[in-house]
């Protein structure tokens, strides 16, 4: 009887090891494909500039006339109201595209969910300072994540060919949930300088592709919608 019981613990270790190596091998394996299937939609910022101006020798896509946005992922403020660095990153790369043509408009999307935190007022704001006109820039008030903030953008804001900048790591997710939601899109890194905790972000990235390949084969609708408001459009009917 010790002996069965003992050859059973063991049939059940090998199940459970088995189990964790296959979860972890699914994780990396989804991981591996999307960075794959996005990795020719990424454009640095001075070769997408270059595209956006004509320049023959760029062997990508020119979207620079067919964009209806940049679409500007937030990336948290702080407590006096002011975008965290990686959010300015963002929005100066958002911001230097937009002057160069690359796109009529912009969409701040973040997290307005209290009254107290208000996330795209804080892009918006930014933006104007950096001398975009208030018109030309949309706030997402409900884009409470990247998958939502990509889902309204095509729901919501009526966009169709867009922009998405924020940083490489996540430019990857991001590209695939455009893809996954019929948008033609790119993308464009913010990146100017490595941030501290970086390895931290980038292994949990590799989580949040894990759950967004997932959130993407089954298209859940987002905590908020509402009534269209087009992305050509007059950007003030979403100030608050």
Do not use: W
Not at 113 to 134: L, Q
């Amino acid at each position: 009887m010790k002996k069965q019981k003992k050859a059973l613990s063991k049939r059940i270790l090998r199940l459970f090891l088995c189990l964790i190596v296959a979860g972890i091998a699914a994780a990396l394996g989804i991981n591996f494909y999307v960075q794959k299937t996005t990795k020719d939609q990424i454009l640095d910022k001075d070769q997408f500039l270059a595209s956006s101006k004509g320049d023959s020798t760029s062997s990508k896509k020119d979207t620079a006339s067919t964009a209806d946005c940049i679409l500007v992922l937030g990336a948290g403020i702080r407590e006096d109201g002011s975008p965290t660095p990686m959010l300015a990153e963002r929005l100066n790369a958002a911001i230097e595209l937009y002057k160069s043509h690359a796109a009529p408009k912009l969409i701040m999307s973040g997290d307005h969910s209290r009254k107290d935190y208000d996330e795209v007022r804080t892009m918006k704001d930014y933006a104007i300072e950096k001398g975009v006109p208030s018109e030309d820039i949309f706030m997402d008030h409900a884009g409470f994540s990247t998958y939502e903030s990509i889902y309204r953008a095509r729901d919501i804001f009526q966009a169709q060919n867009i922009l998405i900048v924020t940083q490489k790591y996540h430019l990857y997710r991001a590209l695939y949930i455009a893809n996954a939601l019929s948008l033609n899109a790119q993308g464009v890194p913010s990146d100017t300088q490595r941030y501290s905790g970086q390895l931290y972000r980038d292994l949990r990235e590799i989580l949040a592709r894990d759950k967004d390949f997932l959130t993407a084969l089954y298209k859940p609708a987002p905590t908020f919608l509402g009534e269209a408001i087009p992305v050509n459009g007059n950007g003030n009917v979403t100030n608050d």
